[in-house]
Structure formats: structure tokens, C-alpha cells
């Protein structure tokens, strides 16, 4: 069974305290006007990779936490229809308050507040669809954005690219560097992909960071699951199915985030 790769329950977070790696939250549908598809995008985070490098060049991936600064997913800056979005996993939406930028979440080089979000309708209990968009206005007009993929082929044994502010360990502590490792697709179809990852690869707070073609640069799946000890294998899901999210649709249709 595949479990979510964030690092808490709404429960613990408000208790201030790190779950065991078992214990992860799967989110709540947030509606958004008529269609899911109306609204943009809102921001997550996320804690360090296993057996990753330090991530300094890949700047439009971004920790997503609370107030407190607290993280519990990744997500990445894409740039698609006029417009900036912060691509998330599903799961981790309704965790979504504030995106941190910059190599370090502790020590962020931007804040932003999560003013609307959504997620894929399709998003089911085997985490497939698990997809999400937030909108943060206050995100730097500079800060670096992602091409969005429209690759629909098999990426059956290709490499792939992995970034996120997820765990780096499996001793609980609190994650906040952004890290990278590269994984080989072993599994793949026209929604998710899947890499083993016993000599490393993402772990709780990874959730919804990039996966990138190492070669271009561009964003080709999200973050989504694996196994509870991040050491057998884990999925992706593809980044394309983003489009069905950013249709270019009045945003004034999306419910506020306060």
C-alpha cells in the first residue's frame, strides 16, 4: 500500500509535534466554484531526501508550511497560462498556508500566503490524480519558474530528477534544507510513475515536489507516495494532468484562503 508523503496530520500540527512516519494525512476535497479547474493555485511543504544532495540551483522548488513556519510539503513554481502557480500533491492542499523560497525554509529568502487553492476531483484513496494548484500574489515577480510538460509517453527507464524539503532521515527530525536526488523509472503509465528507491529517494515532506527531466529541466510528475520506510520505492504522478487544473477560467470563482 502506498502511503503520502507529507510530514503531518492537521491534528499534530496543531500539537507542535513530529508524527511517527506511519502516521500521514490523507487531505479533504477543498470545492472551488462549479469546477476545481477554476481556481489557481496555492502553496505546501515539505522535509529533506534520502541519500539527496543539496539542492542550491532548483529555486522555483518551494516548502510549504504554516505560521509558525512548521513544514509539511514541497510544491514548484510553474508558469502556465499567463499565470503563476505553485503545483502541489493533492494531499497536501489542505495544509496549505504559507510558501517558503530559498534553499533553506528556516531561514526563507520570500514568504507568501496561500490566497486560493485546489485539487484534482479525480484524487482517490490509491493516490492517483494526486494533484493540486495554490496561489501566493506575494511571490516574488523574478523568482524562477518551471515549463510545465506535455510529455503523455511512457518514461519507462528514463531518469527523473527528484527535489523537495522532505525527510533525510527516519529519526523524526524536523526537515528544512532543499535536497535532490535522480531515481530510474521502473513503472509507468499514463498517470503515475514509479522508482525504487532502495539506495535512496523522497521521503514524508517530499510530497509535491518536482520530478524533472535531469537533461531540460522540465517538470514532468509530482511527488505523491511510496512505502512507509521510503526505502522500497516510490511514485510520482505525472505533471501533464496539471493542465486539466489551469484552465483559464475566472479566478474571482475561487474561495479566499484566510
Same mark, same amino acid.
Given at each position: 500500500?502506498?502511503?503520502?508523503?507529507?510530514?503531518?496530520t492537521?491534528?499534530?500540527?496543531?500539537?507542535?509535534?513530529?508524527?511517527?512516519?506511519?502516521?500521514?494525512?490523507?487531505?479533504?476535497?477543498?470545492?472551488?466554484?462549479?469546477?476545481?479547474?477554476?481556481?489557481?493555485?496555492?502553496?505546501q511543504?515539505?522535509?529533506?531526501?534520502?541519500?539527496?544532495? +543539496? #539542492?542550491?540551483?532548483?529555486a522555483?522548488?518551494? $516548502?510549504?508550511?504554516? =505560521? /509558525?513556519?512548521?513544514? !509539511?510539503?514541497? %510544491?514548484?513554481?510553474?508558469? +502556465? #497560462?499567463?499565470?503563476?502557480?505553485?503545483?502541489? $500533491?493533492?494531499?497536501? =492542499? /489542505?495544509?496549505?498556508? !504559507?510558501?517558503? %523560497?530559498g534553499?533553506?525554509?528556516? #531561514?526563507?529568502?520570500?514568504?507568501?500566503?496561500?490566497?486560493?487553492?485546489?485539487? /484534482?476531483?479525480?484524487?482517490?484513496?490509491?493516490?492517483?490524480y494526486?494533484?493540486?494548484?495554490?496561489?501566493?500574489?506575494?511571490?516574488?515577480?523574478?523568482?524562477?519558474?518551471?515549463p510545465?510538460?506535455?510529455?503523455?509517453?511512457?518514461?519507462?527507464?528514463?531518469?527523473?530528477?527528484?527535489?523537495?524539503?522532505?525527510?533525510?532521515?527516519?529519526?523524526?527530525?524536523?526537515?528544512?534544507?532543499?535536497e535532490?536526488?535522480?531515481?530510474?523509472?521502473?513503472?509507468?503509465?499514463d498517470?503515475?510513475?514509479?522508482?525504487?528507491?532502495?539506495?535512496g529517494?523522497?521521503?514524508?515532506?517530499?510530497?509535491?515536489?518536482?520530478?524533472?527531466?535531469?537533461?531540460?529541466g522540465?517538470?514532468?510528475?509530482?511527488?505523491?507516495?511510496?512505502?512507509?520506510?521510503?526505502?522500497?520505492?516510490?511514485?510520482?504522478?505525472?505533471?501533464?494532468?496539471?493542465?486539466?487544473l489551469?484552465?483559464?477560467?475566472?479566478?474571482?470563482?475561487?474561495?479566499?484562503?484566510?
Open positions: 500500500m502506498s502511503h503520502p508523503r507529507n510530514v503531518k492537521r491534528q499534530e500540527a496543531k500539537g507542535g509535534h513530529w508524527p511517527r512516519p506511519w502516521l500521514l494525512f490523507f487531505g479533504c476535497i477543498v470545492a472551488c466554484g462549479p469546477s476545481k479547474r477554476d481556481c489557481p493555485p496555492v502553496a511543504i515539505t522535509q529533506p531526501i534520502i541519500n539527496g544532495q +543539496a #539542492a542550491a540551483s532548483d522555483a522548488t518551494v $516548502a510549504i508550511g504554516d =505560521v /509558525d513556519g512548521q513544514i !509539511y510539503c514541497s %510544491g514548484v513554481l510553474i508558469s +502556465a #497560462a499567463g499565470r503563476t502557480f505553485v503545483a502541489t $500533491a493533492a494531499h497536501c =492542499v /489542505d495544509l496549505s498556508a !504559507y510558501i517558503f %523560497g534553499v533553506d525554509a528556516l #531561514a526563507p529568502q520570500f514568504v507568501a500566503k496561500v490566497s486560493a487553492r485546489t485539487k /484534482d476531483e479525480r484524487y482517490d484513496s490509491d493516490q492517483r494526486d494533484l493540486g494548484l495554490l496561489s501566493a500574489p506575494d511571490i516574488p515577480p523574478s523568482w524562477a519558474r518551471l510545465l510538460s506535455d510529455e503523455r509517453g511512457s518514461l519507462l527507464g528514463q531518469n527523473e530528477r527528484i527535489v523537495g524539503f522532505g525527510l533525510t532521515s527516519l529519526s523524526g527530525a524536523p526537515a528544512h534544507l532543499r535532490t536526488i535522480t531515481v530510474t523509472v521502473n513503472k509507468s503509465d498517470v503515475n510513475f514509479q522508482y525504487a528507491q532502495d539506495s529517494g523522497p521521503c514524508s515532506g517530499d510530497s509535491g515536489g518536482p520530478a524533472l527531466d535531469p537533461k531540460t522540465i517538470l514532468v510528475g509530482l511527488t505523491s507516495s511510496g512505502d512507509i520506510f521510503c526505502r522500497s520505492y516510490g511514485v510520482s504522478v505525472r505533471a501533464w494532468w496539471l493542465w486539466d489551469i484552465a483559464p477560467l475566472d479566478p474571482g470563482e475561487c474561495p479566499k484562503v484566510d
